[in-house]
């Protein structure tokens, strides 16, 4: 098992920067590849970004590429999420999840195994 906590959401305004945080524990969190989710009101759950095991290659959704920075911490079993340049769409549930694909970078909630409970982003205008 692998317990997933997010944190660092909250109330930003439109143009500002978030940085969450996905803090790991239970089995070997170095194994996993993590992918940061989210959710909006009345829509599906979408992927938004991923990190290798070894934090050696990263892929992210068209719509925060460019503006999003996903890094993780072995050492400390976390990962992060940087935001920057937040837009009203970026409002949502986000997310942190763990799995073991034949992909360095899955990118489907199939891929994932462990999941956190989510921290909430709002952007305002």
């Known amino acids: 098992q692998v317990q997933l906590v997010e944190s660092g959401g909250g109330l930003v305004q439109a143009g500002d920067s978030l940085r969450l945080s996905c803090a790991a524990s239970g089995r070997t969190f170095s194994g996993y590849a993590i992918g940061w989710f989210r959710q909006a009101p009345g829509k599906e759950r979408e992927f938004v970004a991923t990190i290798s095991w070894s934090g050696g290659s990263r892929d992210y959704s068209d719509s925060v590429k460019g503006r999003f920075t996903i890094s993780r911490d072995n050492t400390k079993n976390t990962v992060y999420l940087q935001m920057n340049s937040l837009k009203l769409g970026d409002t949502a549930v986000y997310y942190c999840?763990?799995?073991?694909?034949?992909?360095?970078?899955?990118?489907?909630?199939?891929?994932?195994?462990?999941w956190g409970r989510g921290t909430q982003v709002t952007v305002s205008s």
């Open positions: 999840a763990a799995g073991r694909s034949w992909r360095a970078t899955p990118t489907l909630r199939t891929e994932y195994d462990y």
